[in-house]
């Protein structure tokens, strides 16, 4: 295997869509089993057709407004299913919005202390971290960052981990030494291993992958211990002898104990990047479905709610639109994350370019040029809608750049306003659904009285221009004035810091020789 090369981008750099580049699909309906990107080109006699008989862009917009759209009342209800399906998911195994008990155990001290490794496979990028806990909330943090291939996400499960491994084992190497911000030799390194999709945890250092997300498909992973994988993986690199797998955690459970960790009103983390997904701290009587564990039921455990599986399957709460349709259809897992494909980065481009699509089929936009560069599924990058909301000039050059550098296509200034219309509606209705997430943890556990923080991280919340301020209005639709009571936040790096914090409580946990089963 080729040896892992850093990436390029610098630690701590954020791109705004984490998906590129994305696997070749057509607009065909799913199932028909030739996966090649539809070619449109328009010809001269298309470019015939009488305009006077084109709708305006107004009269489009109209259309799609009405389509993305979600009223204050229509907020309301879906929170109400919300709540509920969370409920079930805290009572049963098996349901399709896992509620997944982490085993970690109440909020940080801040006084944890000391050396760990953190691990981060999440999406785009891998990550290998020195974290540096120094008590009262501070910590020092050394990384590389290693850039995942399309290829990689796709490749049999054991050579991912064996390939996460080796990127361990090239760090720990680098970083052996005396003194600062050194790995010591022959001293035990507890590692938190940030896994950012669904794991079933009979404890905190097993996981068995529920399902990939987020485009990922290794095969031969599903159904798997992840954390067993891994550690074969690492016992084939010697220097990583002394290095203890001690918790497998989620992004969003880190960033919940790392927000704490400098925020201590952070009550939820929410990640909104290339997925989607919560945690909040829990009281173990509520997790019923865990009474046989025989933990004290006034215990707290933060719960991974794996949310962007919200009304997957069966899509009963969702306004879903024919564009949401095609891209869950189109996807490699159909059916599957049905609240995540409305709003994460992942999609949010690709809903834009189907309502394109749509449009160049009907023969009312970029008439007489070629638009296959536009047809080519997942070719219009969510960071582009984001970039043109943000476009500042009033013929809107960005807008112009976008279209013609990447898709070579020509357009109007009043398609330029459509498109920035357009995009609107879309970032808007994924912020909205974010507050509706957020809302419904809020209102599971009587927060709204009291208020609280919202640790907030990905690259959507991030670099999304507005996405943090319609997320507030969005509560404010649903719970009225009360709702500025609860105000998200920037949060704290969750799979670095928030990993290393999780290991440092679970190594203490463990000496202490508390719940050591789980
Ligand atoms: C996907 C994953 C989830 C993760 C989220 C954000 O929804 O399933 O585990 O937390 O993306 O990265």
Redesign the pocket.
């Known amino acids: 295997m080729a040896a892992p090369h850093p990436s390029a981008t610098p630690p701590h750099d954020v791109v705004i869509s984490e998906s590129l580049p994305k696997p070749a699909i057509s607009r065909e309906p799913s199932g028909s089993g030739n996966p090649v990107p539809a070619s449109h080109t328009r010809t001269q006699s298309n470019a015939s057709v009488p305009h006077a008989t084109k709708k305006t862009m107004v009269d489009h917009l109209r259309k799609y407004e009405s389509l993305f759209t979600l009223t204050p009342q229509r907020m309301r209800i879906i929170v109400d299913s919300f709540v509920e399906v969370l409920e079930i998911g805290l009572k049963e195994f098996g349901q399709t919005v896992p509620m997944i008990p982490t085993y970690v155990f109440g909020w940080p001290t801040r006084m944890e202390n000391g050396d760990f490794l953190a691990l981060d496979l999440?999406?785009t990028n891998l990550r290998v971290c020195l974290v540096h806990l120094q008590g009262d909330g501070r910590f020092e943090i050394t990384q590389t960052k290693y850039r995942l291939t399309e290829e990689q996400k796709q490749e049999d499960g054991m050579k991912l981990f064996d390939f996460c491994a080796e990127c361990v084992a090239n760090f720990v190497e680098l970083h052996t030494g005396e003194g600062r911000g050194k790995i010591k030799e022959d001293e035990e390194l507890a590692l938190g291993f940030t896994f950012?999709?669904?794991v079933n945890q009979a404890r905190i250092d097993h996981g068995e992958l529920i399902r990939w997300?987020?485009g990922f498909g290794a095969p031969n992973t599903e159904g798997k211990d992840v954390a067993a994988m891994f550690r074969a993986s690492m016992e084939k690199y010697p220097v990583l002898k002394n290095v203890k797998l001690t918790a497998l955690i989620?992004?969003?459970t880190g960033t919940l104990i790392a927000s704490h960790y400098v925020n201590p009103r952070t009550k939820i983390a929410v990640?909104l990047?290339?997925?989607?997904?919560a945690a909040y701290m829990e009281t173990v009587e509520n997790i019923t479905k865990i009474a046989p564990l025989g933990i004290p039921g006034e215990q707290q455990m933060a719960i991974?709610c794996?949310w962007?599986a919200f009304d997957s399957f069966q899509h009963y709460h969702l306004p879903r639109t024919p564009y949401d349709i095609l891209v869950d259809e189109q996807s490699n897992k159909p059916g599957e994350?049905a609240f995540?494909k409305l709003i994460s980065g992942r999609y949010l481009g690709e809903i834009f370019r189907l309502v394109l699509c749509e449009l160049i089929d009907a023969g009312d936009l970029f008439l007489g040029q070629n638009t296959y560069k536009l047809e080519i599924p997942y070719s219009f990058d969510t960071a582009f809608l984001s970039l043109m909301e943000s476009d500042p000039t009033d013929e809107l050059l960005t807008v112009i750049g976008i279209f013609t550098h990447f898709h070579q296509i020509e357009t109007t200034l009043a398609e330029r306003q459509f498109f920035r219309a357009l995009a609107r509606l879309i970032g808007r209705r994924a912020a909205r659904l974010s507050a509706c997430g957020i809302a419904a943890i809020v209102s599971k556990c009587g927060y709204l009285e009291e208020g609280c923080s919202v640790g907030a991280d990905?690259s959507l919340y991030n670099k999304y221009p507005g996405f943090a301020d319609r997320i507030h209005e969005g509560l404010v639709d649903v719970f009225g004035d009360k709702g500025k009571r609860i105000v998200t936040h920037h949060a704290e790096d969750g799979s670095g810091v928030g990993s290393a914090i999780i290991a440092a409580m679970t190594k203490k946990r463990k000496a202490d020789g508390l719940f050591v089963h789980v």
């Open positions: 999440g999406g950012s999709y669904p997300t987020k989620n992004d969003t990640i990047g290339t997925g989607c997904n991974n794996e962007g994350q995540e990905g």
